[in-house]
């Protein structure tokens, strides 16, 4: 039968077996039959420092057998995703599509008018940089049109990115009214577009307007506040 001489305040490490120890501790001297060592251990007994170690930002998880295991560590900004029952759980990017990366807005009170039947820009502008080329552009914008007083008074407004026409609202149009009347006729025009820039270059929206008749068309008439609102949406 093997023994061992240990001291007080000294970790006991035993082979399996049964063992003899005689344990000195203040000048007295005892002996201690080990005929089992224990099987388990007590609740709460295992610090941090008594585990084994391991890499940093690893996670401990059990697999399919019940068996202690690990999750790998991941990169910065992925999450952590279930893979179901019997699978360990892994370490993702984060599923894309959806997401409202920025948002810019534009205003202006600046009443603008023309009687002439080209193009001209309404002041109203914003401008924004997609962070990639398969971002969307959700487009808003809303403004106060009116014409001048007469018969059959017609104006038109378009959307643009940059020179681009991306969307034709075709003529804005009062028919004939009574003499006496407001001299001029207001309405409010809100719409949206989704758009697909394609760039991560800075991209400008604005709209247009144009006379179509004789008389006058005006855009933020009598200097009603404007607003055009740019959502960049990851793809």
């Not at 202690?68 to 910065?76: D, F, H, M």
């Amino acid at each position: 039968m093997a023994t061992k001489k240990i001291s007080a305040l000294t970790e006991l490490t035993t082979p399996a077996g049964t063992e003899e120890l005689i344990v000195n501790a203040g000048g007295t001297s005892k002996k201690i039959q080990i005929d089992n060592l224990p099987s388990s251990l007590d609740d709460n007994s295992v610090t941090l420092a008594k585990m084994a170690s391991g890499t940093d930002g690893n996670l401990i998880t059990y697999d399919a057998s019940g068996d202690p295991a690990y999750v790998t560590t991941g990169t910065s900004g992925q999450i952590l995703t279930s893979g179901g029952a019997g699978v360990a759980p892994t370490f993702q990017t984060a599923a894309g599509g959806g997401k409202v990366l920025q948002v810019v807005q534009g205003t202006t009170t600046t009443q603008v008018s023309t009687s002439a039947t080209t193009w001209i820009d309404s002041g109203l502008t914003a401008s924004i940089t997609p962070s990639s080329t398969s971002s969307k552009i959700l487009v808003f914008f809303t403004t106060m049109l009116a014409v001048g007083s007469g018969a059959d008074i017609h104006g038109g407004i378009r959307l643009m990115r940059g020179a681009s026409i991306i969307q034709d609202y075709g003529t804005y149009t009062w028919g004939n009214y009574d003499a006496g009347e407001n001299p001029f006729k207001y309405g409010s025009f809100s719409t949206n577009y989704l758009d697909s820039p394609s760039t991560v270059s800075a991209t400008t929206y604005k709209y247009q307007g144009r006379n179509y008749s004789y008389g006058t068309f005006y855009m933020q008439i009598a200097s009603r506040p404007a607003s055009i609102v740019l959502i960049e949406i990851g793809a």
